[in-house]
């Protein structure tokens, strides 16, 4: 049977879910509400020192999910706005022979190119798009993967683009690495320090003192880029 009760955190508010077929403690946040999941016996006191240790943590998923309430869905027509290496593009579409998407970095456009503009080319615009930020992200990250991979003194065996739900990237035990194509629309330096994270797994394939030390040594600014990537991520999107 489960009992629920409340407790009040730094600038949230978290609900106690107690239960009798659990050993461990787990924090989950759903729809801006915080969860806490812990065993039936748990004293209170232990459980409001647990949430205060993770209260940073807490706050950077509330705010991660009310920017994602907060994002307008793109429409896909003249106007809308699109992220890439951290600035702002603006789309504009145009009459064309062929469906066809070119950036001009000068004038801060991508123009795309329809057969004709009376129809709901949505679903083809979104399309190019995605094909596009695919092609620039396999192109940037190999290339990127290979030079950082030199100064850091590693030899990944493969470089590739997916698509990720909650992830920017990974690295297996075999040094095959995989990036998210969104990353992107992130400005330089984050992408940057994605690179060296990945390719420190390689090192190091976990997230211990030594792995930090090895992504602080090549990212000397890892920890501020990491929080922007928590804390914007949820705004990388088409």
């Known amino acids: ?22 050993n461990s403690v787990a924090i989950k ?15 209170k006191t232990i459980i409001e020192t647990l949430v205060a240790k993770k209260s940073r943590w807490i706050k950077e998923k509330l705010a991660r999910q ?7 869905p793109k429409e896909f027509i003249t106007g809308d706005v699109f992220s890439y290496l951290g600035k702002e593009y603006v789309l504009n579409i145009e009459s064309g022979n062929s469906y066809s998407l070119t950036l001009h970095k000068d004038d801060y456009n991508f123009v795309i190119s329809v057969i004709d503009k009376t129809t709901d080319n949505s679903k083809m615009i979104k399309q190019l798009l995605v094909k596009w930020y695919q092609q620039q992200a396999q192109f940037t990250m190999t290339e990127k993967t290979q030079h950082y991979a030199k100064i850091i003194g590693v030899n990944p065996s493969s470089v590739s683009i997916k698509t ?4 920017w990237g990974s690295c297996s035990v075999k040094g095959v690495i995989q990036y998210n194509w969104k990353i992107m629309m992130a400005p330089e330096p984050i992408i940057n320090y994605l690179v ?6 390689i090192l190091h394939h976990n997230h211990s003192p030594a792995f930090w030390e090895t992504v602080a040594k090549y990212c000397p600014n890892y920890k501020e880029q990491g929080a922007w990537l928590k804390l914007n991520g949820a705004r990388l999107e088409i």
């Open 1 to 22: 049977m489960l009992n629920m009760n409340v407790i009040q955190g730094d600038g949230f508010t978290a609900e106690i879910i107690r239960s009798s077929k659990r």
């Open 29 to 43: 946040i759903s729809k801006g509400t915080v969860y806490v999941m812990v065993p039936e016996s748990l004293k």
């Open 66 to 72: 009310r920017e994602v309430i907060a994002v307008k």
């Open 164 to 167: 990720f739900r909650s992830r």
């Open 196 to 201: 060296v994270h990945e390719l420190s797994h």
